[in-house]
């Protein structure tokens, strides 16, 4: 399994990819500080899941989500601070498969990225 985590805040982005690591000894863990750089990777690495920050230093991580809508039906899960009802609708209308917000218990999170895989893996073998 490959994540790629587009998140700005090195402390974050360090106690998700040791989880994610420690949950799934075989996974890879990409790292993004930009969307930009966040945009290149869904390109070039071709990631299992895309774990994605609305607060980006360069882009708002709903134009992130669009644009990788745009090519790709990689599951994204948004983690952000805004947890305003209309913020959680947003980001599901523009192509998010799941929200959470921070602060977030790490286990809660791992349970989500499973069960995004597995409805990625049931969609993928159900294709003709």
Do not use: H
Not at 15 to 42: H, K, N
Not at 47 to 52: C, E, I
Not at 113 to 119: D, E, M, Y
Request: proline share 6%; aromatic share 2%; charged share 25%.
């Amino acid at each position: 399994m490959k994540t790629l985590i587009v998140e700005d805040d090195p402390d974050i982005l360090d106690v998700v990819s040791l989880s994610i690591e420690m949950r799934w000894p075989d996974a890879t863990v990409v790292a993004a500080q930009t969307g930009a750089s966040g945009l290149e990777a869904v390109g070039s690495a071709r990631p299992d899941l895309v774990l994605l920050d609305l607060g980006l230093p360069d882009m708002d991580g709903l134009e992130v989500c669009r644009r990788i809508r745009e090519s790709s039906d990689v599951p994204i899960i948004i983690v952000s601070v805004r947890d305003k009802p209309t913020d959680i609708v947003k980001g599901l209308e523009n192509g998010a498969d799941g929200y959470i917000t921070k602060p977030f218990n790490v286990m809660d999170l791992l349970a989500r990225i499973g069960v995004a895989l597995r409805r990625a893996r049931a969609a993928g073998s159900a294709k003709p």
